[in-house]
């Protein structure tokens, strides 16, 4: 579960990233699907993303 919350981290890290970086004429697959629901509801599910998965990250970080 370590590993899957620090996976959805950093998921949820790049996609708040991207926006900024890309160029207009560059698009993701993953990033325009969530960018359909309009752009509060995208930056919800992204911040829900990260926000699950450093939860889960720190939740079983000393569980080795």
Do not use: C, Y
Request: charged share 15%; glycine share 12%; hydrophobic share 55%.
């Amino acid at each position: 579960m370590k590993e899957l919350g620090l996976g959805l981290l950093l998921i949820g890290l790049v996609s708040m990233v991207l926006p900024f970086v890309q160029g207009r004429e560059t698009h993701f697959i993953f990033l325009t699907w969530i960018d359909q629901w309009g752009p509060t509801v995208a930056w919800l599910i992204r911040g829900g993303i990260a926000l699950l998965g450093l939860v889960l990250w720190l939740s079983f970080k000393n569980r080795d």
